[in-house]
């Protein structure tokens, strides 16, 4: 696990949090150490398939220049390279920035901000070709380290395709990481029915009456033949980690029931699955 992104987006604390996972961990690795020091970790290593995390960022200069080339390399040796990348808005970065009176590591002779849109722009190629993008702007420590340990704690294999589906409701916002988006606020809508509107999406009178309609079996179906199609493909192209969001207004009642089948589905395919229920806690 290459752990990355913007200074100040939490990645020493979700280095801890692997750590807990029992990773070996090191930080502030130089790119250009890391094969050998995979290859030495390995040589000591008791353990077949012993799992390692680092953090790389642009605390070392040579980081952008060398990264590309060196993590292909790595893959090439045949291991396995998962990139993490971290980040969160410019308020929340110059509050945390603040709060710890830390100078940028980029140039602590520029003032803050800039630092923050330089490097956000300097990363922008690593953050394209990361397998999951993470934003921490809502999150503190403690969420932070339980996120990263819910996401990867059960992970079997890294090797293989990993569905995370986050249902969520539109009117808090989209998702950051999601790869793949349903919007599925055209289906029959329970919160307007008074019997159903204080329950969620994960009770079953909600999810009968979601299953209930023509258009949802439907959408059901088309979703079943696209992601029989598509999921083959990423697993090809070696990725290890698929967003999917599921979207409705509120995020407590269809996207919640419609994660939960699709996920059903895809786990009875042989893929390991997660699912978030971002907003299920809410009120409307």
């Known amino acids: 696990m290459v752990i990355t992104g913007l200074s100040g987006s939490g990645k020493s604390t979700a280095l801890k949090a692997f750590e807990d996972l029992g990773y070996f961990c090191v930080d502030n690795l130089p790119v250009q150490l890391l094969l050998p ?9 008791r353990k077949a398939g012993a799992r390692v995390a680092v953090v790389m960022d642009l605390r070392q200069e040579e980081f952008l220049e060398g990264y590309q080339e060196i993590f292909q390399k790595v893959r090439e040796q045949g291991y396995h390279l998962e990139i993490i990348f971290l980040e969160a808005s410019e308020e929340v970065l110059l509050r945390r920035f603040s709060q710890t009176r830390r100078p940028h590591p980029l140039d602590p002779k520029l003032p803050l901000l800039d630092c923050i849109r330089l490097e956000r722009q300097a990363l922008r190629d690593l953050k394209e070709i990361a397998d999951l993008v993470l934003d921490t702007s809502e999150l503190n420590v403690h969420q932070l380290r339980r996120d990263i340990k819910r996401r990867f704690a059960k992970r079997k294999d890294l090797t293989h395709l990993l569905v995370h589906f986050i249902s969520f409701g539109f009117k808090y916002g989209v998702p950051a990481e999601v790869n793949l988006l349903f919007d599925v606020r055209f289906l ?24 209930a309609s023509d258009v ?34 509120g995020g407590r009642h269809r996207s919640v029931s419609i994660a939960e089948e699709l996920s059903f589905m895809v786990k009875h395919w042989g893929y390991e699955t997660l699912v978030t229920h971002r ?4 009120e409307g």
């Open 216 to 249: 949802t079996l439907r959408f059901l179906n088309l979703c079943e033949q696209f992601l029989h199609f598509l999921l083959p493909q990423y697993s090809k192209e070696d990725k290890s980690y698929l967003v999917i969001g599921i979207g409705c207004t």
């Open 188 to 211: 029959p809508n329970p919160y307007f029915e008074p019997e159903l509107k204080r329950l969620t999406g994960l009770d079953d009178k909600v999810r009968r009456y979601i299953l």
């Open 279 to 282: 907003d299920l806690t809410k």
């Open 37 to 45: 020091f995979l290859e030495i970790q390995e040589g000591f290593s």
